[in-house]
């Protein structure tokens, strides 16, 4: 049988990996800066702890596991017959891998809150997966890196994450805008438009403009029986100005008998102002009326990052969320949080060339193999250089040097060392730079020095 991946799925390269732990160190190192702690959870959980948290769509994009065991017998043969897929579900499984790490993460805190420290802040670098259709940049297997906040309400911790951002995104050298929204703003225009009882229908089209353009959005929206009088009332979403400010101005004059509406705007005003006053761009920052993020669970600020220069989905989103552990029977723990996409950063910084030369993982020196006794004084001297924190290794066997040579120059080795009877005599070590073509006889203490 051919063998091949999984739709969705890749192997990594050396030099992938290690281009994605340079991705990881920097914000790993970032979020320790700002005073989150590492957690990791499980790959599967409980398909009850994941259902019902992201929405119909959502929902539908979780993998599901089969019970082990004789699972067919124990299904209801009427369920069986009419292909009832809904209630087969609950009847063959009752885990599924994890679809994100913001559910693991509340109902962890749900189950251990008695024993954390609030604020609570925790970064979490883990796979996640969705059977989502394969396209650039979106793989039914890939990694979130996420930091979040629970157990405090205060907005200076939404100012705290756009810090986080932007400096995290600065660090890779990924040039970047933040669109920011608000559910409270998403709220109060469905109350304007007099569509309350369709705000899920309502955000989940908004959330595709992007995608599917401003006809698509209000095609969507008409099947989803929101009536076209209503439509009419939003139809300056899709005329904003590029000035935040303004836009929120103008949002106060419709939300005047929309008490959740202006708490919004309220909110969104102070993070953008606060995010001036500590010297960012406001060219970094968006206000973006029609960013809704599809998920359920958001109740307050979302945001959306886009890198400048590539045409791609987001790399970045998140929000807040202030009563998501509530579905595990623990009330009144506000949080907020974001995530950074790996797959697509890495996407962003290959098609940029923004990775360093160090990103690489490389031997530094290959030690030729002439054989005979000499092997000995070569792994001594590897064993030295690995000491100091130098990749070295030795050619396995005892070949013609052209081949040692090729197999330097496929693995990116940059120096090639002999270590010959000449130089074992003489207390010398030769090598050559195989990248300049430069060769150089050092002595054993000048070498081990470098």
Known sequence: MKPSLAKGTRDFTAQEVSRRKYIINILQNNFELFGFQPLETPSFENLSTLTGKYGEEGDRLIFKILNSGEYASKVNQEDWDNKNHQKLISQISDKALRYDLTVPFAR?????HGKLTFPYKRYQIQPVWRADRPQKGRFREFYQCDADVVGSESLLQEVDLVQLYLKSFSDLGIPVTIHMNNRKILSGLAEYAGITDKLIDFTVALDKLDKIGKDGVVKELLEREIFQESIDKLEFLFNQSDDALENLLQLKEKFADSEIGLKGVEELEFVLTQSLNLGVDMQNLVFNITLARGLDYYTGAIFEVKADEVAMGSIGGGGRYDNLTEVFGVKNIPGI???FGLDRVYLV????NLFPEEASSKTEYLFANFGGEGIVDALKLIMQLRAKGVSAELYPENAKI???????????IKNLVFLGEEEIKNGTVT?????????KTLSLEEFLSL
């Open 337 to 339: 949080g974001i995530s």
């Open 431 to 439: 090598f050559k730079d195989l990248e300049a073509g430069e060769q």
């Open 108 to 112: 962890f805190v749900a189950m251990n």
């Open 349 to 352: 910084m290959e098609e940029l």
């Open 402 to 412: 052209n081949k040692q040579f090729t197999y330097a120059e496929k693995k990116g």
